[in-house]
């Protein structure tokens, strides 16, 4: 029997439990980590190498998301253009444009490409406007045919915040020795020269953009003008308009680039390299992500749905 005036022993809450488990989570995968990191950056040469085989190879490449910069995805189509085991190139699309001149290089280095091995375009969810003017440098465009793609236009967007400034009591002074030096300011409306000097800017891209689609899609500057006014449309609109070549998946895409390269069997296909950081920040990213999810089926005692939602 315990002693009435000895302290009694108290079972751990269950704010103590979850902090120990976090604890002892948060140990393991610093371990876990700390060895990644340390056999990445002890290993020589490349931290993710292409799958070596005897097959012929066909180089996969992503371009997603927005398009700033294209310094990385030329450089992985370089690797791919003068590796003679590559005989074809699939440029996989997921993107809604960009940069008006990071979407011409990669344009022009994609039709470079193609003059010494196939290059086929496979767009999924969007692949529009900067995207759309990229993948017509390849020589055939697979599409679902869902996929958002076309906007063939280009928009610049300037912020006006002088009245904001001018209601917190901040002015703004300009000295300049042009007359349209501060071109596009930010603090006040434009002038109606102004406006016409960057109208004049957007016409002249947009017909570039134009112009490369008709080349690269074999089409006449005419019929490709009368629908260049923004407008997207699906997969299956694009290609009545000729904007695609066919509807289909990856699977479609691979099988088109085999034949092009003339490829007998199944082909091997090869992922860009991977440097150490972007592995490394590649693997933390992912490990903290479901480190997270686990703390919080334990913090709320239920199992999460974790699994993609699909979305029209």
């Known amino acids: 029997m315990a002693d009435e005036k000895g302290v009694k022993a108290k079972r751990p809450s269950t704010f103590v439990i979850v902090l120990a488990t976090i604890g002892g989570l948060a140990l393991l995968n610093f371990l876990f980590f700390a060895g990644i990191i340390v056999t990445l950056l002890f290993k020589s040469g490349k931290a993710n190498v292409p799958l070596v085989s005897s097959g012929e190879k066909i180089g996969i490449l992503k371009l ?119 071109l596009a300011s930010i603090t006040r409306d434009l002038t109606d020269e102004e406006r016409e000097v960057l109208k004049a800017v957007m016409d002249d891209v947009h017909d570039q953009f134009i112009r490369d689609v008709a080349s690269g899609r074999k089409l006449s500057y005419e019929s490709v003008k009368e629908i260049a006014d923004g407008r997207i449309f699906s997969g299956k609109q694009a290609l009545k308009l000729g904007l695609i070549d066919e509807i289909g998946n990856f699977n479609t895409a691979i099988k088109k680039a085999a034949e092009f390269a003339k490829i007998k069997g199944e082909p091997v296909l090869c992922y860009p390299e991977k440097d150490k950081i972007t592995a490394i920040k590649e693997i933390l990213e992912d490990s903290g992500a479901r480190t997270m999810l686990r703390f919080l089926n334990i913090f709320f005692q239920s199992p999460l749905n974790t699994q993609p939602q699909s979305k029209l």
């Not at 005989?87 to 996989?92: L, S």
């Not at 997921?94 to 490409?113: H, K, Y």
């Not at 086929?120 to 045919?145: K, P």
């Open 64 to 182: 997603e998301g927005v398009i700033t910069s294209p310094d990385a995805f030329l450089k992985d189509l370089r690797d791919f253009r003068k590796d003679e085991s590559i005989k074809a190139i699939i440029v996989r699309i997921d993107s809604p444009g960009g940069a008006v001149g990071a979407s011409q290089e990669i344009f022009r280095a994609l039709r470079q490409a193609d003059n010494v091995k196939p290059v086929v375009a496979s767009l999924v969810n969007t692949a529009a406007s900067g995207a759309f003017y990229a993948a017509c440098g390849t020589r055939y465009i697979v599409s679902d045919a869902g996929t958002v793609t076309g906007s063939i236009g280009v928009i610049m967007k300037l912020p006006n915040i002088g009245g904001l400034l001018e209601k917190l009591g901040i002015k703004t002074t300009v000295i300049k020795s042009g007359r349209l030096k501060d």
